[in-house]
């Protein structure tokens, strides 16, 4: 009897073993695959779906004044969708929460919409990409502008401190209708700054203008 006891627990002791190497190679097969994935595929940088207790996201900072920002930009959300809504912005909304690298990943996409706009508005809203810092760490990007007035392709240059702007989308016809945008901002980099950016970006700045009514869909980085 104590024989088949022993040889009953070294059975039931073999095939717990065998289905716990099981599980490990699964799990370490399924790790490798979703790190291989997220390694090759695209990135989410943002859906703006985690609001703090203003209304304004989470890990998300201002150029100048956060309590004014919180009074101009807010988490807004239709159909389950959460998006940033600005309103009469007069400042930089900004994240630096990110694994980036804009080598492999030169493709930034991002939706926007506008719902009103006051004459004599000037331009509409803005993304910075910053994908390097300075000597004196300030961050380097472009301003990829939706303008009223000024057509599509036109270039303003920056300066020693400001960033180079390139209009992307001009008009305010299109009023409450999302529309999506598809950069290279890896090689707009390289053509403006004549450098190689950083192995990770600094960072994504969202500006709605003054005036005008804006709301920001959410931003994602993909493979070319």
């Known amino acids: 009897m104590k024989k088949w006891c022993a040889r009953h627990a070294n059975i039931r002791y073999s095939i717990l073993w065998s289905v716990l190497t099981l599980m490990v190679v699964f799990s370490v097969d399924v790790t490798q695959r979703v790190f291989a994935q997220s390694a090759t595929g695209s990135i989410l ?38 998006f940033l809504q600005s309103q009469n912005a007069s400042q930089r909304v900004y994240t630096k929460h990110m694994s980036w690298d804009p080598k492999t990943h030169p493709i930034l996409t991002w939706r926007w919409r506008v719902r009103s706009v006051e004459e004599g508005a000037e331009f509409i809203a803005a993304v910075y990409p910053s994908l390097d810092t300075d000597l004196m760490f300030i961050p380097v ?84």
């Open 45 to 82: 940088i943002e859906d703006f779906s985690q609001p703090d207790e203003n209304g304004f996201p989470q890990k998300w900072d201002a150029q100048r004044s956060k309590v004014t920002a919180q009074e101009t930009y807010v988490i807004g959300q239709e159909d389950g969708v959460s």
């Open 141 to 224: 990007n472009t301003k990829y502008v939706w303008s009223v007035s000024q057509p599509v392709g036109t270039t303003k240059e920056g300066g020693m401190f400001g960033s180079t702007e390139v209009v992307i989308r001009s008009g305010a016809e299109q009023i409450g209708v999302w529309v999506e945008e598809r950069i290279n901002v890896y090689e707009d980099f390289k053509e403006i700054h004549q450098h190689e950016p950083a192995p990770k970006a600094w960072g994504i700045s969202l500006l709605g203008g003054p005036g005008v009514e804006v709301d920001f869909g959410s931003l994602a980085v993909h493979p070319e």
